[in-house]
């Protein structure tokens, strides 16, 4: 099984920060995404790659930016939290082939004070 | 903009009974179809995948495809409550991400 690892699991942050957020996966997986979920709103993608040191936005990316210099690993990077930015983000992975669907991580509930 | 739609429920059941969770989406040309489960509090879970028309059965649960109408529905027979949670659909097609819709909050009352 895909295991999919989040850095942290409860985070909380003062605004203006920077945060980084961290995701790796296991399975030499080529994809791998970036959402928030917030009540109401559903799953909404920031961020996604299906390469490494290849990123597209998705719909919601103002405020956010990712890194991926590894196959393994995708961060989500807050360049100045924001109170509105409070929700919790889910990383997900998929093979190149999609038709498996996506993995899930355990998700990061990040707080902005 | 390819859209997927759930009904937001609350849907509730008793135990034992069968729950149907319905899904549509308006991008004809969408190839996989997918369900999750999410608990409160939790990341979503795959729980069933279906690529084409008919149904698919797995333990419980049996996902349903029409192609024609744009539809798919997942159906839990012999619910308990601990199935109780937030369903996600999710569709592919092609070469983007899955579109999730918003999902269906089930409640299996015991």
């Known amino acids: 099984d895909v295991k999919v690892t989040q850095s942290s699991r409860y985070l909380v942050k003062r605004t203006g920060e920077k945060v980084f957020l961290e995701c790796v996966q296991d399975m030499d997986h080529e994809n791998m995404f970036w959402y928030r979920q917030d009540p109401g709103l559903g799953l909404r993608l920031i961020y996604f790659?299906?390469?490494?040191?290849?990123?597209e936005k998705g719909d919601i990316p103002e405020g956010y930016s990712v890194s991926r210099e590894k196959k393994e690993r995708f961060s989500l990077i807050l360049e100045s939290a924001s109170t509105n930015q409070t929700s919790m983000y889910l990383c997900?992975?998929?093979?190149?082939?999609?038709?498996?669907?996506?993995?899930f991580g355990s998700g990061t509930r990040l707080t902005v004070v | 903009q390819k859209e997927v739609e759930q009904n937001s429920g609350p849907l509730s059941v008793p135990e034992g009974a069968i729950a149907s969770l319905n899904c549509t989406y308006s991008?004809?040309?969408?190839?996989?179809f997918f369900w999750y489960r999410q608990y409160s509090g939790k990341s979503p879970e795959l729980i069933m995948s279906i690529y084409s028309n008919g149904d698919k059965e797995d333990g419980r649960f049996t996902a349903q495809l029409n192609k024609a109408s744009q539809y798919v529905s997942l159906l839990i027979r012999d619910s308990q409550p601990s199935d109780s949670a937030t369903y996600l659909c999710?569709?592919?097609?092609?070469?983007?991400?899955?579109?999730f819709g918003k999902g269906t909050r089930l409640s299996v009352i015991a």
């Open positions: 790659s299906y390469d490494v040191k290849m990123k």
């Open positions: 999710a569709v592919n097609s092609g070469n983007t991400p899955l579109v």
């Open positions: 991008d004809r040309g969408s190839q996989s």
């Open positions: 997900a992975t998929s093979s190149s082939a999609e038709i498996y669907g996506y993995t």
